[in-house]
């Protein structure tokens, strides 16, 4: 609120009560600077701008109100510039609403620090005396929080503070309020050294065996120590060199292989199948060019995850009584977040969009395009029988190809988005109005 505003308000009130007119001027001058001199950050928010904060981050960013008021405390921290020397780690999705939230501090109150400690990598240069760990509700929207910021952001800072000012700092909160097992999470690292993470993790991740064939290859044990991290929502605070230099200290290592000897590990089994999948029954194809749907009668592939994971069960299935040395030791079911772990870890040259469409790549168990291709001599029996109309839908023609496949038996039935896509990079010139092909495409 401009201080004309205030000073204009004030004034006109005054002359409507005449009470104070006398006094007008030298009301005026006080009253301005009392509120000048009230700090809005050592206000006391009232019980229910206080409920109204933490309703807001709690449950739907944090699983409890205590990680709740931790978080705010360490916002509180900032702004007061206490315990600088700290550093949060935080996930690539919170680091994101953190980014909204130092706008709304700069625009509201012109502090430009206010979320500068949360971090999203480790850096060797600060100590684990110094890092603190603070996680989210990934599944939290984005979308939303900026929206509810806009309304609630300044209350929020407000409380923050209040709650810096009552419980002296996070870290004293951490040591009176908190419960045993944000205590134990937060203070993580402070509590572990490297050496001590890397015994947790091999006593809980890892086998030594006799058998010289039982062997772990470095990227496979990498990924490994990535699940490790991920199950304990950890952040990745040691090196890659350094982990595998200090992984050579308590098992054999195969320089020639880069891998590690007389190892198993039970985490392991269903990525190295998949592996073997991927490797055997995928082909990446160059992207553009060719495999690009621009132009009629050029093609294209791509398959989404939950697909991914239908055809690695179907060739493990196959698959399952292999006698050669390559004998596969899962049973073929996996969820959507493994694979789309196992491919960005494993073969992080491949496009995937929205963590659901890998692109360029067919599978020598599916073609999908040509699966498409012989369903249309159904579906143009079915329109020359029970259409009249010039145009039939997008709609119609994929329900037709849908009970095609149920015709014929086949599991694997592609979305409604690449039968879309396929009928666009084959029959172009018959679509109109973007959702309709001419029925006279049957008479090709």
């Known amino acids: 609120m401009k201080e004309d505003d205030i000073t204009h308000k004030l004034l006109s009130s005054i002359?409507?009560?005449?009470?104070?007119?006398?006094?007008?001027?030298?009301?005026?001058?006080?009253?301005?600077?009392?509120?000048?001199?009230?700090?809005?950050?050592?206000?006391?928010?009232?019980?229910?701008?206080?409920?109204?904060?933490?309703?807001f981050i709690y449950p739907s960013l944090f699983a409890s109100k205590t990680q709740a008021k931790y978080f705010l405390t360490i916002i509180g921290d900032n702004i007061f510039k206490k315990n600088q020397q700290l550093i949060f780690f935080v996930s690539q999705n919170m680091k994101k609403l953190l980014g909204d939230l130092d706008s709304i501090s700069y625009l509201s109150i012109g502090n430009t620090n206010t979320t500068n400690n949360f971090v999203t990598k480790y850096h060797e240069n600060n100590s684990y005396e110094n890092y603190r760990l603070l996680k989210i509700n990934e599944t939290f929207s984005h979308e939303l929080w900026k929206e509810q910021l806009k309304k609630i952001g300044l209350d929020l800072l407000c409380v923050a503070t209040h709650y810096s000012k009552r419980y002296e700092d996070s870290e004293k909160f951490l040591e009176n309020k908190s419960d045993e097992e944000l205590k134990k999470f937060a203070l993580y690292l402070r509590s572990n050294n490297q050496p001590k993470i890397i015994e947790t993790f091999c006593d809980s991740y890892l086998n030594k065996v006799d058998d010289t064939n039982s062997t772990i290859h470095w990227k496979n044990l990498h990924f490994i120590w990535k699940q490790f991290l991920y199950a304990n929502c950890l952040p990745n605070m040691i090196y890659s060199n350094s982990l595998k230099n200090m992984l050579k200290a308590f098992y054999n290592y195969d320089e020639e292989r880069d891998c590690f000897t007389n190892l198993t590990s039970k985490y392991l089994p269903i990525e190295s199948d998949f592996i073997k999948f991927w490797e055997k029954t995928i082909q990446v194809l160059d992207n553009g060019g060719e495999n690009h749907p621009d132009n009629e009668n050029e093609t294209?592939?791509?398959?989404?995850?939950?697909?991914?994971?239908?055809?690695?069960?179907?060739?493990?299935?196959?698959?399952?009584?292999?006698?050669?040395?390559?004998?596969?030791?899962?049973?073929?079911?996996?969820?959507?977040?493994?694979?789309?772990?196992?491919?960005k870890h494993f073969f992080p040259s491949i496009e995937i969009i929205e963590n659901k469409y890998v692109l360029n790549v067919s599978c020598n168990i599916w073609n999908k395009n040509s699966e498409i291709e012989k369903s249309f001599d159904y579906i143009k029996l079915q329109i020359k029988t029970n259409h009249n109309l010039a145009l039939i839908s997008f709609d119609d023609a994929y329900n037709y190809y849908y009970k095609y496949c149920n015709n014929e038996s086949n599991k694997l039935v592609v979305s409604k988005r690449y039968f879309e896509k396929f009928l666009y990079s084959k029959i172009a010139k018959y679509i109109v109005y973007e959702k309709f092909i001419e029925t006279a495409w049957v008479h090709l």
């Open 300 to 343: 294209f592939d791509e398959l989404e995850i939950d697909e991914l994971c239908m055809l690695f069960k179907t060739w493990t299935q196959a698959n399952a009584n292999n006698t050669s040395s390559e004998k596969l030791i899962s049973n073929g079911n996996i969820n959507e977040e493994s694979v789309l772990k196992i491919l």
């Open 15 to 55: 002359s409507k009560e005449r009470i104070l007119l006398d006094w007008k001027h030298k009301t005026k001058i006080n009253v301005i600077k009392l509120i000048k001199e009230r700090s809005l950050l050592n206000s006391i928010p009232e019980t229910d701008t206080i409920q109204n904060v933490l309703n």
